[in-house]
């Protein structure tokens, strides 16, 4: 339980930057097994004058929860505005982006730079506490070195200021994501908490979740780019760690993608619909040996047209056997 919301099977979807919105998410569900599902990053500051039924960040269909939405703060000023806007969006749960590492976001004041300044991360806590009663939660990395006392009080703090669950990303802000998670350190952190733990941080198979539980002990996994690659890693998940009555995935790669084409289709305005599948097409390409071929082609893309009739060369070529009903039932 995460306050009076229910979260079964404790597994959650990652805040992913041009990733993690209503067409990746609506896959997902169609597959079953996700706990909590969550939004990108919002700015805070920019979050108030959105339009929920056109911004891209925002959308999202009536099948989309329970959903996070993911603050990205840097002033307390910020908060009400922004809290005011999700809470009138329907959001089930309340996340602070303590962790992200990107420049950018650091340049601003806000993701990883934040653990750098625990002061402002508490004032910002507190007042989040003070403005909802959603259940508020927070995700950070390790931190900039490898410090328990430091990320322990930083977490102690975070915990008595009324944050409600942790997710811990199990690097070091400056470590890429091809270096080995340090899982042990979350197990470090919810030893000492008595807040809900969180995992995150290279879970891309079901080897992956029970590695990680069992050299963290976290109460839940959350899982990001591989979410992108296979939608169905959470039904295996649920099914295979957490007994729980979800269908074996049946996945058909290209139907898959043809599903994704149409969600955008659908959801965004043609301007927002190329870039994102390119986002997808980067990790969903992963899944074929000659993968890079199917990222090239839909990269170069000037078009979703384009785009789709590179795709289905692809297909033609690296699937065994012919696929009929891959025409688009909208016009790209």
């Not at 505005?81 to 992200?100: E, M, S, T």
């Not at 295979?240 to 009555?245: E, I, L």
Request: glycine content about 8%.
């Amino acid at each position: 339980m995460l306050g009076d919301l229910e979260i079964d099977p404790p597994l959650f979807l990652a805040p992913m930057a041009g990733l993690t919105h209503s067409a990746l998410r609506t896959l997902i569900i169609r597959f079953g097994g996700v706990g909590l599902l969550a939004t990108e990053m919002l700015s805070a500051r920019r979050l108030p004058s959105e339009n929920e039924k056109v911004s891209p960040f925002l959308i999202r269909s009536f099948e989309e929860q329970p959903i996070a939405y993911q603050l990205f703060v840097t002033e307390c000023k910020q908060l009400a505005p922004a809290i005011d806007a999700v809470q009138r969006f329907g959001a089930d749960v309340i996340d602070l982006n303590l962790g992200c590492p990107a420049p950018n976001v650091r340049q601003a004041g806000g993701g990883s730079s934040l653990m750098n300044r625990p002061d402002k991360v508490k004032e910002i806590v507190a007042a989040a506490r003070r403005l909802t009663n959603l259940p508020l939660t927070a995700k950070i990395r390790l931190g900039e070195r490898l410090d328990k006392v430091n990320l322990l009080n930083f977490c102690r703090m975070l915990e008595g200021e009324g944050i409600d669950l942790l997710t811990v990303h199990a690097r070091l802000r400056k470590e890429s994501f091809c270096r080995t998670p340090r899982w042990e350190y979350i197990g470090f952190v919810k030893e000492h908490l008595s807040i809900p733990v969180v995992a995150n941080g290279s879970i891309s198979s079901v080897a992956d979740a029970f590695a990680c539980l069992e050299q963290s002990g976290a109460d839940g996994l959350m899982i990001g780019r591989a979410a992108a690659k296979r939608p169905w890693i959470f039904a295996e998940i649920a099914r295979a760690v957490y007994a729980c009555q979800v269908d074996e995935p049946e996945v058909i790669l290209p139907y898959l993608y043809k599903d994704m084409v149409e969600l955008l289709i659908d959801r965004f305005r043609p301007e927002r619909r190329l870039g994102r599948l390119k986002e997808f097409t980067s990790y969903f390409s992963e899944n074929y040996s000659f993968g890079h071929r199917l990222w090239a082609t839909v990269q170069s893309s000037k078009s979703m047209d384009e785009a789709w009739e590179g795709a289905l060369r692809f297909f033609e070529k690296n699937e065994y056997g012919k696929f009929g009903g891959l025409e688009l039932e909208q016009k790209t």
